[in-house]
């Protein structure tokens, strides 16, 4: 599925003597030069990129919110950053100033093409520690994945933000971390603590993986184009021991009580859970045995309930 896109080195050095020959500008002592609002326009233009809603596609122009979002981020040089969604390149000329290798997750063939290119004439010596893959990120698989990536830092497309989150987090057991930015409104949800009234099936999911928390707030105007919501960062540490196992029959267990609990968000758990155990009875039965009031309701547990709940015998 998806085509892992190397540096081809011939054509990148043709591509840099031929950009040196017009005057590029000289790399700056960091080496790699990062993107403004200019730069990110004129590529767009060179692609005949429109930023899309469909693809979620609102590309940052801003230097100092991308260094912010790395060093939130708490990457370094021994980390391999998995970045999804990189469009033309600002987080991703960030992230390679810092750390050794970033694999960078594209679906859209134009930019995913272009990428190595911007590296390689905005990077230095550093371009070879990009990867780009041209793949979906809701449908990668870890094969496809190389590296181990021990770090998620993203720009998450806002209309998948959420399934993408969840299914790198299950799919790739060795991230240690994720810093990504989203929708203001999705991270409050995916931070929030039980009993308040946004709590739900994101704030749940996220934490049965590790320890959620805000990390930051993003103004609209870094934004081409400005986008009609306002942005935040959410980072989730994930377990160093975890309380619970991480295989994968224990998270599709400990998901679909999760999802049946907050389908029927304003019912008692003995009866929003009635379908998922086989009537009420067999519910209240459940949740007695996993030490869960049958009249609560599902913002009230923790992820900790949830996994004792799906633990029960049915």
Not at 11 to 38: F, N, Q, T, W
Not at 130 to 136: K, S
């Amino acid at each position: 599925m998806a085509v892992l896109l190397q540096q081809a080195r011939s054509a990148l050095s043709r591509e840099r003597s031929a950009l040196g020959a017009v005057g590029s500008a000289p790399v700056s002592s960091s080496e790699v030069r990062l993107l403004g609002p200019a730069e990110v326009r004129t590529l767009a233009a060179e692609l005949g990129v429109r930023p899309t809603k469909t693809l979620g596609q609102n590309f940052v122009h801003d230097a100092n919110t991308v260094r912010r979002i790395v060093a939130a981020a708490g990457v370094g040089p021994d980390d391999t950053v998995l970045e999804v969604g990189p469009g033309l390149g600002s987080l991703t000329l960030a992230l390679m100033d810092v750390v050794d290798r970033v694999v960078a997750v594209e679906i859209d063939p134009p930019l995913a093409a272009r990428l190595p290119i911007t590296a390689a004439e905005r990077a230095g010596s550093r371009a070879d520690r990009l990867t780009v893959i041209e793949a979906d990120a809701l449908r990668v698989r870890p094969d496809e994945v190389p590296g181990n990536p021990t770090a998620l830092v993203a720009n998450l497309p806002y209309n998948v933000a959420v399934p993408v989150l969840l299914h790198l987090l299950s799919t790739l057991p060795s991230l240690r971390t994720a810093l990504v930015m989203v929708q203001a409104e999705v991270a409050d949800r995916l931070a929030a603590d039980p009993g308040s009234k946004i709590y739900g099936v994101p704030s749940v999911k996220a934490s049965f993986f590790g320890v959620v928390r805000r990390a930051g707030a993003v103004g609209r105007s870094v934004f081409w184009p400005v986008p009609q919501v306002e942005s935040g960062l959410v980072r989730i540490d994930r377990y160093a021991t975890p309380p619970w196992p991480q295989d994968e029959d224990t998270r599709r267990a400990v998901f679909a009580v999760v999802d049946a609990a907050f389908a029927q968000r304003r019912k008692t758990l003995r009866a929003a859970l009635a379908g998922w155990a086989g009537g009420a009875a067999a519910a209240e039965r459940r949740l007695v045995e996993a030490g869960i009031d049958p009249s609560a309701r599902g913002e009230t547990l923790d992820a900790a309930a949830f996994v004792r709940l799906a633990a029960t015998s049915s």
